[in-house]
């Protein structure tokens, strides 16, 4: 039985992981808003060339994709495809009552590898540097899927 | 220690709330559906060309990119940006057993702010009106998982 | 009062449906991974297109949108839509603590009407069987959260 208290290692190894998981999300979408600011391009609604405090001089190439603010879209797009996945599978990966050390490798694990992910994806690195980490997270959140569904069926 | 009883306030407050998002984002979906349907425009696959009870009467040109029905993609995608990072947030500042008044005022307060970002976008409130909003369920969600680090972590 | 034990057979049956939704939304991701490496197109990063084992002939085009790859996407984008509201309605119905059997037709019922919905998505079936197949699975989690709203709030 497990009952849920932060107190508990391995539930709190899941509480920092997932937290910090949740900055990420939330701040993909900050970074997308300070790039748009930043280069004044790479909107998306009509409704945003009315002028303001936002955007001073509107011109319609401000509706362009615009690679500068649509790497941060794509990034945070990549965060939705993997962490909400993440944050399920790890938290039935804890119901499970896994060894300590495997909650800390797996999770923090996760959050290294998308790190490193971000960093790769910011700065343009080559593809296969971007699919090694990518790899990484991915194979983490599926060995913990996997991990449930055998505690569970056997 | 926290045992989940839905007699608890905290975590009724939670269920509340996070079902609601629930609905938010389901019915952010037949938003889209009800659109397509009434314009027949901004269709996505080259197979929804096929006629048939939804789409009597079929185009090319039904398959181009239509403002009236990728709004509601756009604010799907806003929502799916927001919403699971509040639901993990969410439930992880619940396990941190806070005040009542104080989960009150964030899980409530973040409903009501997509709730008027909601509102902002589908009317097409100028940008700083849909960015207020967005920032305020933004900040609700960045505050929880600091609340939870600096809750595991001190 | 639930306290969470993955004996308990409501809680294993949501277990089991939700780590096969985080396969499926893993093996989304893997499915554009490989379509892009099998037909070499539907690349979304301008550094993509550097030369190496991911990609040993580069060429401009592979950055065009390509049905092949951009489906694989598409689906991706539906799972997202869905699946993380599943998780968290899910999961708020296991607290309601429903009838066994409940639980199975609902949670289950999502998992096969998923798993048609991808089927119908991967070969191409007219609109109507696509959407047969993600009305069942919409509904199903707009049923759980009411449940669990009329559960709480009466």
């Known amino acids: 039985m497990t009952t849920f208290d932060l107190a508990d290692p391995v539930l709190r190894t899941y509480a920092i992981a997932a937290a910090v998981m949740v900055l990420k999300v939330m701040g993909q979408g900050w970074m997308t808003v300070a ?6 391009r790479g909107l998306v609604n009509p409704e945003d060339l009315i002028a303001g405090p ?3 001089t509107p011109d319609a190439g401000q509706l362009d994709i615009d690679d500068y603010v649509d790497r941060s879209r794509r990034m945070h797009r990549n965060d939705l495809e993997n962490i909400p996945a993440f944050w399920m ?15 800390q ?7 290294a590898a998308r790190a490193a992910h971000f960093v790769a994806y910011l700065t343009k690195q080559r593809h296969e540097v971007r699919a090694a980490f990518y790899t990484i997270g991915s194979l983490i959140v599926i060995y913990m899927a996997l991990h449930v569904l055998w505690d569970v069926l056997t």
């Open 54 to 56: 936002l955007n001073r």
């Open 105 to 111: 490798v797996l999770l923090y694990g996760f959050v």
């Open 89 to 103: 599978a790890g938290l039935l990966f804890v119901l499970s009552a896994p060894a300590l050390w495997l909650a």
């Open 35 to 40: 790039r748009m600011m930043k280069s004044g």
